[in-house]
């Protein structure tokens, strides 16, 4: 009985990589930019095309990092004059 329920937990856990592929797969092909934030706004999920939307580099974002961080990264690498980067801040801060 032990051997049928490791395969079926095996098969189960393949099963679960094959979807988490297929997902980060669809995510990372698709042509809008993607960032999902938690309730910290720190990142929780983001696609390749998010980071080309603003002119980062693939190991400049990571799981975990903060909105703002990331967001600094961006104005840091723009034109975008400090008086604008100062609204956006107090803009974000209402949310």
Request: negative net charge.
């Amino acid at each position: 009985m032990m051997a049928f329920e490791d395969s079926a937990d095996r098969r189960q856990t393949d099963e679960m990589k094959t979807v988490l592929a297929l997902h980060a797969i669809a995510i990372d092909g698709m042509a809008d930019g993607l960032c999902v934030l938690d309730s910290e706004f720190r990142v929780v999920l983001f696609n390749r095309r998010y980071l080309e939307i603003l002119g980062l580099p693939p190991a400049s974002v990571k799981v975990g990092a903060s909105l703002r961080a990331i967001l600094e990264q961006a104005a840091d690498n723009s034109f975008a004059s400090s008086v604008y980067r100062g609204e956006m801040w107090r803009d974000l801060e209402q949310i």
